[in-house]
């Protein structure tokens, strides 16, 4: 029997999970400056950590390709997501949020592919009928979302493009092997510079 995917307006993925693992909303400059300029207006505590970053050794500074959206009040939620209405800022909300529950998995420091967030309840109830699905089964079953999250796929990509077209001109220097202790010391002390694309 083939399924759709239908939400269930619970509101899980707007909201940090329990125990160790670490959600994560990931949203692009772009997103965070317009989620900021929304906050203001509305007078809504957003807060937004970064998310995927680069050290570039060459120019000792922090590459900011993504944030994610900072889950810390009282709820553990989105300030975005009221009980009542859900998400507030639906014909803006992020790419990641419009693909949800598709999602981009890392597969390596510079590839990522299209995915089903195990952690939506629609897809923990349909866990069976959706573990090892094919593409096109994926696309028909995720009718609106598949196509948002091939934008975010591209988004990501072009992004990805833009970091290794800067390193194939040596402007950028990313460094394959690093050490954590290293690592945290460039987070702690480097400047940041943002790399965006449209
Ligand atoms: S922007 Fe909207 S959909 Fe995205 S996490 Fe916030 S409330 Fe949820
Ligand atoms: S967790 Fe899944 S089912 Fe629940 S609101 Fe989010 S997308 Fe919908």
Redesign the pocket.
């Given at each position: 029997m083939s399924i759709k995917y239908e939400c269930r307006m619970c509101g899980t993925?707007?909201h940090e999970v329990p125990g160790d693992y670490v959600k994560r909303?990931p949203i692009y400059p772009d997103e965070a400056d317009r989620l900021i300029e929304i906050a203001k207006e509305r007078n809504i505590d957003f807060k937004i950590i970064e998310d995927l970053v680069f050290p570039d050794i060459k120019n000792k500074k922090v590459l900011v390709l993504t944030y994610r959206?900072k889950l810390d009040n009282e709820n553990k939620g989105?300030p975005?997501?009221l009980k009542s209405h859900g998400?507030?800022?639906h014909d803006t909300?992020?790419l990641a949020?419009q693909a949800y529950p598709l999602a981009l998995k890392r597969v390596d420091a510079f590839n990522f592919e299209i995915s089903i967030d195990p952690l939506c309840n629609f897809v923990i109830e349909k866990y069976c009928e959706l573990e090892n699905l094919d593409i096109e089964k994926l696309k028909e079953i995720f009718k609106e979302e598949y196509p948002k999250a091939e934008k975010f796929y591209r988004k990501n990509k072009k992004l990805i493009f833009k970091i290794r077209k800067l390193e194939a001109k040596k402007q950028i220097e990313i460094p394959r092997q690093i050490s954590l202790e290293e690592f945290n010391r460039y987070l702690q002390s480097w400047e940041r510079e943002e790399i965006s694309v449209k």
């Open positions: 993925c707007c909303i959206i989105c975005y997501y998400c507030t800022v909300k992020p949020c």
